[in-house]
T-cell receptor, first 113, second 111 residues
Framework: NAGVTQTPKFQVLKTGQSMTLQCAQD?????MSWYRQDPGMGLRLIHY???????DQGEVPNGYNVSRSTTEDFPLRLLSAAPSQTSVYFC????????????FGSGTRLTVV | KQEVTQIPAALSVPEGENLVLNCSFT??????LQWFRQDPGKGLTSLLL?????REQTSGRLNASLDKSSGRSTLYIAASQPGDSATYLC??????????FGRGTSLIVHP
């Protein structure tokens, strides 16, 4: 099994550009989430989904959009990139149950210049 | 809002020492608590998962305990090795099964 796959691994954007970070999982997990990790800040939740067609905001949602049209995919869209969105982005998935933890992707390192 | 604190923020020890990493959280209404390891520039690797009904979990040289009522978890690393050098993250899962992360403990084990 591939687990959680994130693409691209690295990306450089100019301020104002838009892009989509891809996340796919092949474990039939209902729960998927996006985090950003900044130095000294830990991981902060951007958006999450508890199933296809259902999404909700996390701690730092501004400037990001998500949709969940299938169980497998949970793309994160940057509408108009800003330097403050320079970060490492992680996607994670889980069954959302009391005996099953989260599996993380390898991350996307994004630089906005 | 769940707040997670990890102490110490950084730790540097000689090889062979037994280590204690601490995690505290403000909302004790959790389902699971997961410990992760993160190597520099890499993703998160799950180490241990403790359900709220459990007191501890063990995997090899790692042992994690959970005191849900007091909002604390501890990760014990026995006989530390240089390969244990990494950042260790604690993540309790609350009512939506969404984990909240601490800032981690950065561990260096030197030969």
């Amino acid at each position: 099994n591939a687990g959680v796959t994130q693409t691209p691994k690295f990306q450089v954007l100019k301020t104002g550009q838009s892009m989509t970070l891809q996340c796919a999982q092949d474990m039939n997990h209902e729960y998927m989430s996006w985090y950003r990790q900044d130095p000294g800040m830990g991981l902060r939740l951007i958006h999450y989904s508890v199933g296809a067609g259902i999404t909700d905001q996390g701690e730092v949602p501004n400037g990001y959009n998500v949709s969940r049209s299938t169980t497998e995919d949970f793309p994160l869209r940057l509408l108009s990139a800003a330097p403050s969105q320079t970060s490492v982005y992680f996607c994670a998935s889980s069954t959302g149950s009391a005996n099953y933890g989260y599996t993380f992707g390898s991350g996307t390192r994004l630089t906005v210049v | 809002k769940q707040e997670v604190t990890q102490i110490p923020a950084a730790l540097s020890v000689p090889e062979g020492e037994n280590l204690v990493l601490n995690c505290s959280f403000t909302d004790s209404a959790i389902y699971n608590l997961q410990w992760f390891r993160q190597d520099p520039g890499k993703g998160l690797t799950s180490l241990l998962l403790i359900q709220s009904s459990q007191r501890e979990q063990t995997s090899g040289r790692l042992n994690a305990s959970l005191d849900k009522s007091s909002g604390r978890s501890t990760l014990y690393i026995a006989a530390s090795q240089p390969g244990d050098s990494a950042t260790y993250l604690c993540a309790p899962e609350g009512g939506s099964y969404i984990p909240t992360f601490g800032r981690g403990t950065s561990l260096i084990v030197h030969p």
